[in-house]
T-cell receptor
Framework: GENVEQHPSTLSVQEGDSAVIKCTYS??????FPWYKQELGKRPQLIID?????GEKKDQRIAVTLNKTAKHFSLHITETQPEDSAVYFC?????????????FGKGTKLTVNP | GAGVSQSPSNKVTEKGKDVELRCDPI?????LYWYRQSLGQGLEFLIY????????KSGLPSDRFSAERTGGSVSTLTIQRTQQEDSAVYLC????????????FGQGTRLTVV
């Protein structure tokens, strides 16, 4: 089955700096990679996703890149703001034997210091 | 409702008691998932429903855990003879058809076994 590794587990940046979170996956058949943001005590919410037929996707200050050959994908946040502080989870979509699931990384706690 | 709703939001139970957790997915969403999130940990897959069928129960930790879904809508996760290690936040998510479209999470049920 799919295995997703996420790094770093914690990340602290100054307001205005960029933040990068990296994930690797094991199943080359995976074709959908979402990123979720979870603020303290809140539900995870999708912030951006990418499919395997695309190498990069941007949405304002957030971008995701995908390298299918190397089986890794990254989240880039530019001009970070204190409200970006949260736990970020990457995931890979696994479809196998009639079942499907999102396999999540263990999360990255991002702290943006004012 | 407008989003995925879970009840109760908090549950404290004595070791050995049974608990039922409820999930109301977004209307029309055929796919429903249960995940478990332990303190500071990632999201652990438990079970997947497509309609009322559960093609994948592989994530259920033991035979004390069971889940059902009726009418293609509401789902209940039942934990029998609860143990302290069952303490966690139980999250439900739904998506329109498959998980390679946006999955919407509920706010979770925080279960504490004392």
């Amino acid at each position: 089955g799919e295995n997703v590794e996420q790094h770093p587990s914690t990340l602290s940046v100054q307001e205005g700096d960029s933040a990068v979170i990296k994930c690797t996956y094991s199943d080359s058949a995976s074709n959908y990679f979402p990123w979720y943001k979870q603020e303290l005590g809140k539900r995870p919410q999708l912030i951006i996703d990418i499919r395997s037929n695309v190498g990069e996707k941007k949405d304002q200050r957030i971008a995701v890149t995908l390298n299918k050959t190397a089986k890794h994908f990254s989240l880039h946040i530019t001009e970070t703001q204190p409200e970006d502080s949260a736990v970020y989870f990457c995931a890979a979509y696994e479809f196998q034997g009639g079942s499907e699931k999102l396999v999540f990384g263990k999360g990255t706690k991002l702290t943006v210091n004012p | 409702g407008a989003g995925v709703s879970q009840s109760p939001s908090n549950k404290v139970t004595e070791k050995g008691k049974d608990v039922e957790l409820r999930c109301d997915p977004i209307s029309g969403h055929t796919a429903l998932y249960w995940y478990r999130q332990s303190l500071g940990q990632g999201l652990e897959f438990l079970i997947y429903f497509q309609g009322n069928s559960a093609p994948d129960k592989s994530g259920l930790p033991s035979d004390r855990f069971s889940a059902e879904r009726t009418g293609g809508s509401v789902s209940t996760l039942t934990i029998q003879r609860t143990q302290q290690e069952d303490s966690a936040v139980y999250l439900c998510a739904s998506s329109l058809v498959r998980l390679n479209t946006e999955a919407f999470f509920g706010q979770g049920t925080r279960l504490t076994v004392v």
